[in-house]
């Protein structure tokens, strides 16, 4: 069996577009509190990053209109966490 370089094998995932998607995700759900806020957050949960559109589910109608409401400045704070035109929509379900 070859060995490889930890350094090669890092440098690999981090060009890998899965594992960036992955990454990205896991980085809009650590931060989702503080992105929409705790009260919003106990009742709209991340489910999932496909294609740019971050795919929201939310427990109560409400919870939904305030998001959608508030849409073009979720998109902001969640482009100051994960950059530029990673989420370019949000879907709320």
């Not at 400045?73 to 949000?90: A, M, P, T």
Request: aromatic fraction near 6%; charge should be positive.
């Amino acid at each position: 069996m070859k060995h490889v370089p930890v350094h090669k094998v890092i440098e690999a995932l981090i060009r890998d577009k899965k594992y960036q998607k992955g990454l990205r995700l896991a980085l809009i759900e650590e931060r989702w509190a503080e992105i929409v806020g705790e009260q919003i957050a106990k009742y709209a949960h991340v489910q999932g990053l496909e294609r740019g559109r971050l795919l929201v589910q939310c427990d109560h109608d409400v919870w939904r209109s305030t998001l959608h409401h508030t849409k073009p400045e979720l998109l902001g704070r969640i482009e100051q966490v994960v950059g530029k035109g990673v989420v370019k929509e949000i879907f709320l379900n």
